[in-house]
């Protein structure tokens, strides 16, 4: 069985370089990675990994942007995938798990996610466990449906999946210190949410009434990560962009 790990990024390469090394010791076959349109070199650091790199603009259809990673994936010829953000870790031995039970024969499995909040030493105790579809056999028909990621679960057709807690994801979005940026993310998410088309969101110049942040309770993470927070910095890759 040919298993790779598939990404989609766009301006990713603080993440990148912290987490390819990782994720390149695993037991995976090769990366594929589909760029939105990056002007930051993320796309040559993942070609230097030995990664595939495919191309579509990205225009906040997520559904389709991971369709068609999957796709490429299926044209690629691989037999099976997990897909992780950028920002968004796995111990290596993890993504051994996840390959070991595909092989066996799992169709779909979800897997749960930490999301951290402020930094790496605090994650968001209402969102755990956070389960994701995130590992798949391809060919399947499974895709993705829906504008807004984190909300919506693949469409499957005839394919019964499986909760598998030995493959934990460590997601760390929430320890950014670019509040701009942030802040831009939040708007288009609030505009989908509202029907409002998001490629206009730039013409906004708050955040919508009613708004409200995502993040809530937080609660001291104890456990091992697959970065260690005393080696990197709790606020890494973000604390020299504080706005």
Not at 93 to 101: H, T
């Amino acid at each position: 069985m040919r298993f790779c790990l598939a990404l989609a990024f766009q301006n990713e390469r603080h993440w990148l370089e912290l987490y390819l090394p990782l994720h390149s010791a695993a037991n995976i076959d090769g990366i594929v990675a589909l760029d939105g349109g990056s002007s930051d070199g993320s796309a040559a650091l993942l070609a230097d990994h030995g990664a595939q790199v495919l191309e579509r603009p990205f225009d906040w259809d997520l559904a389709e942007h991971i369709n068609f990673l999957i796709y490429g994936c299926e044209i690629l010829g691989y037999d099976a995938l997990l897909w992780l953000s950028p920002d968004e870790n796995m111990f290596p031995a993890s993504i051994d798990l996840v390959r070991a039970e595909v092989e066996r024969g799992a169709k779909l499995l979800s897997l749960p996610r930490y999301n951290f909040e402020e930094d790496r030493t605090q994650f968001m105790l209402d969102f755990y466990p956070d389960l994701q579809w995130r590992a798949w056999r391809l060919g399947l028909g499974v895709k993705m449906s829906g504008r807004v990621h984190e909300t919506v679960p693949p469409k499957i057709r005839d394919v019964i999946g499986a909760r598998f807690d030995a493959g934990h994801i460590f997601h760390y979005e929430g320890i950014r210190r670019d509040y701009i940026e942030r802040d831009y993310k939040h708007r288009c998410y609030e505009a989908i949410r509202s029907g409002i088309d998001p490629l206009s969101i730039k013409r906004m110049k708050r955040l919508p009434r009613g708004f409200k942040p995502l993040w809530r309770d937080r609660a001291k993470f104890t456990g091992e990560q697959p970065l260690d927070p005393e080696a990197i910095g709790v606020l890494a890759p973000f604390e020299t962009q504080d706005i």
